[in-house]
């Protein structure tokens, strides 16, 4: 299936969705991501524990940041084997839409629901700051909010958000435009564009169904101009819109 197949499977369907928020043990983000699809689309949103086995009524599945069952191993790796994560899986292969924030992108990645792997930052320090992204594509069901080429302003908090994959699978990203955020130049001369060290600056990919999105910033936390920027709310937007042709805040 193609991104843009992908994209034409929910849209017009002309109902409000229903967003589970995963909830594994040390996951810190599952508040500001129920908060952030509430205050931004006015749609539902649940909490769903992580030895929850069925996702069925559900149209969007979000997997927050935080630090999964303590990080233990490395980012993401026990998350993996959680129950709801057979539910997640059967969710994506139905064309159903899913979002790993930061740690979800990581338990993402570790699952198999999209490839490569994030590690460590360059110079293994803990960042938390705004960053300057790139909408590299912006024909998802994710983005079609925003125009291609804009820049957004949406922090980060990380310590391995370093996007890192073979040869080969970078190739086939670029080709499929499953690159969705790259890290952008900044103003300020003391805040790399990019920030990790990230292999062709990736912040966030898609699947090659275009229905599975995982990025390292946190748009949960930019959906208010009184948090600082407001740019990360149209992901959620966009996604609201793909079922019910809500108002969205177009960036064009």
Same mark, same amino acid.
């Given at each position: 299936?193609?991104? !843009?197949?992908?994209?034409?499977? #929910?849209?017009?369907?002309? /109902? /409000?969705?229903?967003?589970a928020?995963?909830?594994?043990?040390?996951?810190?983000?599952?508040?500001?991501?129920?908060?952030?699809?509430?205050?931004?689309?006015q749609?539902?949103?649940?909490?769903?524990? #992580?030895?929850t086995?069925?996702?069925?009524?559900?149209?969007?599945?979000?997997?927050?940041?935080?630090?999964?069952? =303590?990080?233990?191993?490395? &980012?993401?790796?026990? !998350?993996?084997?959680?129950?709801?994560?057979?539910?997640?899986?059967?969710?994506?292969?139905? =064309?159903?839409?899913?979002?790993?924030?930061?740690?979800?992108?990581?338990?993402?990645?570790?699952?198999?629901?999209? &490839?490569?792997? @994030?590690?460590?930052?360059?110079?293994?320090?803990?960042?938390?700051?705004?960053?300057?992204?790139?909408?590299?594509?912006?024909?998802?069901?994710?983005? #079609?909010?925003?125009?291609?080429g804009?820049?957004?302003?949406?922090?980060?908090? #990380? =310590?391995?958000?370093?996007?890192?994959?073979?040869?080969?699978? @970078?190739?086939?990203?670029?080709?499929?435009?499953?690159?969705?955020?790259?890290?952008?130049?900044?103003?300020?001369?003391? !805040?790399?564009?990019?920030?990790?060290?990230? @292999?062709?600056?990736? !912040?966030?990919?898609?699947n090659?169904?275009?229905?599975?999105? =995982?990025?390292?910033?946190?748009?949960?936390?930019?959906?208010?101009?009184?948090?600082?920027?407001?740019?990360?709310?149209?992901?959620?937007?966009? @996604?609201?819109?793909?079922?019910?042709?809500?108002?969205?805040?177009?960036?064009?």
């Amino acid at each position: 299936m193609t991104l !843009a197949a992908t994209r034409d499977v #929910h849209v017009g369907v002309g /109902r /409000r969705p229903r967003f589970a928020v995963i909830r594994f043990p040390g996951s810190n983000c599952d508040q500001d991501a129920v908060y952030a699809v509430k205050r931004t689309t006015q749609c539902e949103a649940t909490y769903v524990w #992580h030895a929850t086995a069925d996702l069925d009524g559900f149209d969007v599945v979000i997997l927050p940041g935080g630090f999964s069952y =303590g990080d233990y191993l490395r &980012p993401g790796s026990i !998350a993996r084997f959680a129950n709801v994560m057979d539910a997640v899986r059967q969710h994506a292969e139905r =064309g159903r839409y899913v979002l790993g924030i930061c740690n979800g992108f990581q338990v993402l990645c570790e699952a198999g629901l999209l &490839p490569g792997a @994030l590690v460590a930052n360059i110079g293994c320090k803990f960042l938390c700051r705004p960053v300057t992204l790139r909408v590299e594509n912006a024909n998802t069901p994710f983005t #079609h909010t925003y125009r291609e080429g804009q820049t957004l302003s949406i922090p980060i908090a #990380h =310590g391995e958000g370093r996007y890192y994959c073979d040869a080969a699978t @970078l190739e086939r990203l670029q080709r499929h435009h499953q690159i969705i955020f790259r890290y952008a130049a900044e103003t300020d001369e003391y !805040a790399p564009a990019n920030p990790n060290g990230s @292999l062709d600056c990736i !912040a966030g990919i898609v699947n090659e169904g275009g229905n599975v999105l =995982g990025m390292m910033p946190h748009p949960e936390r930019a959906t208010d101009i009184f948090l600082g920027s407001a740019d990360g709310r149209l992901i959620f937007q966009a @996604l609201a819109s793909a079922f019910c042709g809500a108002p969205t805040e177009p960036g064009h």
